[in-house]
């Protein structure tokens, strides 16, 4: 049974840091590209980052470019997001899924965890 456990938001300033943490379980997450996706109150889910299964290429949201970086341990079954230069724009809770990493966008395949809220706000 394919399952996520997202960790690691909290409240943070504006300018702030945090490193979101996606444990995974019941499949062999080398196998799979992953992808972290957020939903803001009122928003629909959108696609933030994705990192391929093979070559580790990744993609990035245009709003969160150069700001969060998104990697992964196969050896720990865990994806991380490190989120620099928070905005208050980017609270919204955050969620791992399996997915499809394109150029210009993640495709979510589904199981999702119950994710994780960030929240930016001074």
């Known amino acids: 049974q394919v399952q996520f456990v997202e960790s690691g938001g909290g409240l943070v300033q504006p300018g702030g840091s945090l490193r979101l943490s996606c444990a995974a379980s019941?499949?062999?997450?080398?196998?799979?590209?992953i992808g972290w996706f957020r939903q803001a109150p009122g928003k629909e889910r959108e696609g933030v980052s994705c990192?391929?299964?093979?070559?580790?290429?990744?993609y990035y949201a245009d709003s969160v470019k150069g700001r969060f970086t998104i990697s992964r341990d196969n050896a720990k079954s865990t994806v991380y997001l490190q989120m620099n230069s928070l905005k208050p724009e980017d609270t919204a809770v955050y969620y791992c899924?399996?997915?499809?990493?394109?150029?210009?966008?993640?495709?979510?395949?589904?199981?999702w965890g119950q994710g994780t809220q960030v929240t930016v706000s001074s």
């Open positions: 899924a399996t997915a499809i990493c394109l150029r210009t966008t993640a495709v979510p395949l589904g199981s």
């Open positions: 019941g499949f062999t997450l080398s196998y799979y590209g």
């Open positions: 990192i391929n299964k093979s070559d580790g290429s990744t």
